[in-house]
């Protein structure tokens, strides 16, 4: 059993550059997220998917792109890195909403220079 | 919309003491949990304690307890006998029935000297 894995571990841009970061769960979760944690600021949500085929924006959306195509996985997007999104990314997954603890993946740590 | 405040940066403890990180929370749904997580400086992210808003007793789970205040809309976390493994970031986490979504507050960094 898995849990939550996200690829790749880390990655290296330069401005402008595209890139998807994957997250996938093998605990049959409606609920995932993806979340950049920077330092001093906790974790900030970018977006978030209640289910299949649905996602919503979270509170630092600009630059960023989901797609929950199945109920498994949830890809985040960027489509042209900034140096501000520099940052530790990490995706969580949820069986339900506000009373289920978050099963969180190892983290992304993706810098662009 | 739902407010984490951890107000305490950095904290010490000795070994086996116990020790108090501060989490107070804003919401104005009557449904909500509190999540507590744990962040070593390996970088995952551990879930701890839950406590929900209905619970009329303080949650625990091993050396971990919540200390839940409701009228104060406090969460704090008491750990107790700390341990040198304890040493990592503490996040408070809060969801209510309204939003779904949890919100997290800005951290406390705990280090545990022996």
């Known amino acids: 059993n898995a849990g939550v894995t996200q690829t790749p571990k880390f990655r290296v841009l330069k401005t402008g550059q595209s890139m998807t970061l994957l997250c996938a769960q093998d605990?049959?979760?409606?609920?995932m997220y993806w979340y950049r944690q920077d330092p001093g600021m906790g974790l900030r949500l970018i977006h978030y998917?209640?289910?299949?085929?649905?996602?919503a924006k979270g509170e630092v959306p600009d630059g960023y792109n989901v797609s929950r195509l199945k109920k498994q996985n949830f890809l985040l997007g960027l489509e042209s890195a900034a140096p501000s999104q520099t940052s530790v990314y990490f995706c969580?997954?949820?069986?339900?909403?506000?009373?289920?603890?978050?099963?969180f993946g190892n983290g992304t740590r993706l810098t662009v220079t | 919309a739902q407010k984490i405040t951890q107000t305490q940066p950095g904290m010490f403890v000795q070994e086996k003491e116990a020790v108090t990180l501060d989490c107070t929370y804003d919401?104005?749904?009557?449904?909500?949990?509190l999540f507590w997580y744990k962040q070593p400086s390996s970088g995952e992210m551990i879930f701890l304690i839950y406590q929900g808003s209905y619970d009329e007793q303080n949650a625990t789970e091993g050396r971990y307890s919540l200390n839940f205040q409701k009228a104060r809309k406090s969460a704090n976390l008491v750990i107790s006998a700390s341990q040198l493994g304890d040493s990592a970031m503490y996040f408070c986490?809060?969801?209510?029935?309204?939003?779904?979504?949890?919100?997290f507050g800005r951290g406390t960094s705990l280090i545990v000297h022996p």
């Open positions: 998917s209640v289910g299949e085929g649905t996602t």
């Open positions: 919401t104005s749904d009557q449904s909500y949990g």
């Open positions: 969580a997954s949820s069986r339900t909403g506000f009373n289920s603890p978050l099963h």
């Open positions: 605990m049959n979760h409606e609920y």
């Open positions: 986490a809060t969801a209510s029935g309204g939003s779904y979504i949890p919100t």
